[in-house]
């Protein structure tokens, strides 16, 4: 008879604004071998609460996001006047 299981695979990117990408890769396995994959990806902005986020990111977000950089982050979202 054969088994069934499934493997969660991470894959974190930091983007030059600080932004960290997680792919989060479930991977089915029949009998010890790859049999399917499938893809979701979730973007954490400077700032964003990642406390249900796994703790890789977790560790990201703290060693990246000081008080410099989410300030920095929220003021380049903001909209300017000037015209380009």
């Not at 499934?6 to 479930?26: H, S």
Request: charged share 25%; glycine share 4%.
């Amino acid at each position: 008879m054969s088994t069934y299981s499934e493997q969660i695979e991470y894959k974190e990117e930091i983007l030059p604004n600080q932004v960290i990408q997680l792919r989060t890769a479930t991977v089915v396995l029949k009998d010890g071998e790859e049999v399917g994959r499938q893809f979701h990806r979730e973007v954490f902005n400077p700032g964003d609460d990642v406390s249900a986020a796994p703790a890789e990111v977790q560790a990201i977000a703290t060693a990246l996001w000081s008080a410099a950089v989410v300030t920095a982050y929220q003021e380049s979202l903001e909209p300017t006047d000037e015209l380009i």
